[in-house]
Antibody, heavy 119, light 108 residues
Framework: QVQLQESGPGLVKPSETLSLTCAVSGYSISSGYFWGWIRQPPGKGLEWIGSIYHGGRTHYNPSLKSRVTMSVDTSKDQFSLRLTSVTAADSAVYYC????????????WGQGTLVTVSS | EIVLTQSPGTLSLSPGERATLSCRASQSVSRGYLAWYQQEPGQAPRLLIYGASSRATGIPDRFSGSGSGTDFTLTISRLEPEDFAVYYCQQYGSSPGTFGQGTKVEIK
């Protein structure tokens, strides 16, 4: 059973860069599979941020594409999210998740980490 | 992008009753690529249904999904206490994948 755990700063200043990591256990990233990030502003719905495939190919939501970078570190069994030039609108719970087929639906999720953008 | 509209916003029912949740898409969802998730307060979403009607691993058979094109339904045949939660639909047939705004199933 794959387990996921997000980590990163809980507070980011406006205009700075949000960086999060998702540690994967129970599975080796280098074996394949697909990985995604989804966010949820407090009290609101879900938004797909993007996905990265085991070969490193990425696929981003066009609404965030200019600010998003995802990467995989197979040596550490983790993948990462960077979101630049953040504003208060980027405040949300950020989830990492597994995508079993590369079709961008998600069958295992991390517990989520709250990121607040504030000075 | 495809907009998903879920109805009703809130469904008030008693344990043992049947719940019917609707998800309507602004355009046809390619190949029936629609998923349903359950989210309890303070928890991550849990995948219930994918491909409109296939139950995810470990999901009880009281949960069923149906539909095609622009109209999809999640049915919970007999509500258990742990089923009172928020439910989201997601289409992944067209990029970007999008979610509905959610339906809250609350205890009447």
């Amino acid at each position: 059973q794959v387990q996921l755990q997000e980590s990163g700063p809980g507070l980011v200043k406006p205009s700075e860069t949000l960086s999060l990591t998702c540690a994967v256990s129970g599975y080796s990233i280098s074996s394949g599979y697909f990985w995604g990030w989804i966010r949820q502003p407090p009290g609101k719905g879900l938004e797909w941020i993007g996905s990265i495939y085991h070969g490193g190919r990425t696929h981003y939501n066009p609404s965030l594409k200019s600010r998003v970078t995802m990467s995989v570190d197979t040596s550490k069994d983790q993948f990462s999210l960077r979101l630049t030039s953040v504003t208060a609108a980027d405040s949300a719970v950020y989830y990492c998740a597994t995508d079993p087929t590369g079709l961008d639906y998600f069958d295992s999720w991390g517990q989520g980490t709250l990121v607040t953008v504030s000075s | 992008e495809i907009v998903l509209t879920q109805s009703p916003g809130t469904l008030s029912l008693s344990p043992g009753e049947r719940a019917t949740l609707s998800c309507r898409a602004s355009q046809s969802v390619s190949r029936g690529y629609l998923a349903w998730y359950q989210q309890e307060p303070g928890q991550a979403p849990r995948l219930l249904i994918y491909g409109a009607s296939s139950r995810a691993t470990g999901i009880p058979d009281r949960f069923s999904g149906s539909g095609s094109g622009t109209d999809f339904t999640l049915t919970i045949s007999r509500l258990e206490p742990e089923d009172f939660a928020v439910y989201y639909c997601q289409q992944y047939g067209s990029s970007p994948g999008t979610f509905g705004q959610g339906t809250k199933v609350e205890i009447k």
